[in-house]
């Protein structure tokens, strides 16, 4: 028997790595004798560089940088030295989870660290960028990265403007002359599960900037300054890309790295799922486990479960999530490729409680559909 185990982290508990490994130990004790292969997964957001590192056993290196609000930070990125892959999480740069609830502050935040990361990739002779841009702390329309990458973004006295997304708004002469040279020989691929434009009722400001701190009236003002922004690298470039589908991720990150780095935009799954040879793991399985933190509705928008059962579907095998929760609407799933889905918590648990106990309780569900699913095979008999 074979069994495929590709599940998503669990946040604030288990890395997928983490994850894998209490299912496959669950699993094994059921059956010893199973053929049972990890495929650490993610999806664009945290835990998307490790789960490449773990698959393609990368590198992972270190750096540091400048914080969502300018403090130093030792961010971590991943480097694939036989096809010169460099895997940069912006989550680990300008990640929200840097920042307190009462450090929010998307006016001000910025995604200059990730730019230096990506100056440390190309240091490094990176031919190839995975930009996993989940989990951000910016609205910045990715212009700290840019900066960072030697842009100068100047107000009308000729004076470098403050960071973060509000001071776009005094934004008089974008200055691209020094823009780092070598981006124009690297492959940039960004990692994203969202299709926003950059402004608008369904930009990066008004879908995102509320989780970050923005409020109604900032997010009003913050959406006018990367229109603003928008506006001068179009007339600098000839050419506007703030309605690409994707260009709203990330407060716009995806905007900066479009227009100026031609980066192309794929799921956040597919780009790991191939990385870790999924589809060859898939063939020829019984079943597939996989699993994340929080299996719901959202899922569907394409989070580590959908993708998996997605690739799983193509070659008929049955696909089983074991999720810390399962939250409303997560009965959709059953229609695209999933085929029973259980939570880790067998009775009343605070989250605490859960997340300090994931790996024991994941074995034991493990366990648990190990037995099920042999008694199903007996039936069968």
């Not at 603003?228 to 790295?257: E, I, K, S, T, Y």
């Not at 559909?369 to 008694?375: D, N, V």
Request: charged residues 15%; hydrophobic residues 45%.
């Amino acid at each position: 028997m074979k069994i495929v185990i590709a599940p998503d982290s669990f946040k604030d508990s288990l890395s997928a790595e983490g994850v894998a490994q209490a299912i496959a130990t669950g699993l094994a004790q059921v059956w010893p004798e199973a053929e049972l292969v990890k495929c650490p997964m993610a999806d664009g957001g945290e835990g998307t560089m490790e789960a490449i590192i773990a698959a393609c056993q990368g590198e992972l290196r270190h750096q540091q940088v400048q914080g969502p609000l300018g403090e130093p930070v030792m961010a971590g990125w991943g480097w694939l030295a036989d096809s010169h892959t460099a895997i940069i999480e912006m989550a680990q740069a300008s990640g929200l989870q840097l920042l307190s609830v009462a450090q929010r502050d998307a006016c001000r935040t910025s995604t200059y660290g990730t730019g230096e990361l990506i100056s440390a990739a190309l240091g490094a002779g990176a031919q190839r960028i995975i930009l996993a841009i989940g989990g951000s702390a910016t609205n910045d329309g990715g212009s700290g990265m840019l900066r960072a990458l030697g842009m100068r973004l100047l107000d009308g006295r000729e004076q470098p403007l403050a960071e973060g997304g509000l001071a776009l708004g005094q934004l008089a002469r974008v200055d691209a002359s020094a823009l780092d040279p070598r981006l124009a020989h690297v492959q940039l691929e960004v990692a994203a599960d969202v299709d926003n434009p950059l402004c608008g009722s369904n930009g990066a400001s008004a879908i995102f900037g509320p989780q970050k701190g923005a409020s109604p009236e900032q997010v009003k003002l913050l959406d006018q300054a990367l229109g603003h922004f928008a506006d001068h690298c179009a007339q600098l470039l000839d050419n506007d890309v703030r309605d690409f589908p994707g260009c709203g991720a990330a407060g716009g990150m995806g905007f900066a790295a479009k227009a100026f780095m031609q980066a192309t935009f794929r799921p956040g799954i597919e780009v790991v799922a191939e990385l870790a040879w999924l589809e060859a793991a898939v063939q020829g399985a019984d079943l597939v486990i996989t699993g994340e933190g929080r299996f719901d509705a959202q899922t569907l928008r394409g989070k580590t479960p959908f993708g998996v059962a997605r690739v799983a579907q193509r070659h008929g095998v049955p696909v089983v999530v074991i999720a810390g929760t399962l939250g409303e609407g997560y009965e959709q799933l059953y229609q695209h490729g999933i085929d029973a889905a259980f939570a880790v918590t067998g009775g009343p648990m605070s989250l605490e409680q859960a997340c300090a106990n994931a790996a024991s309780l994941l074995q034991a569900r493990a366990g648990d559909i190990a037995r099920l699913w042999s008694c199903a095979l007996q039936a069968r008999r």
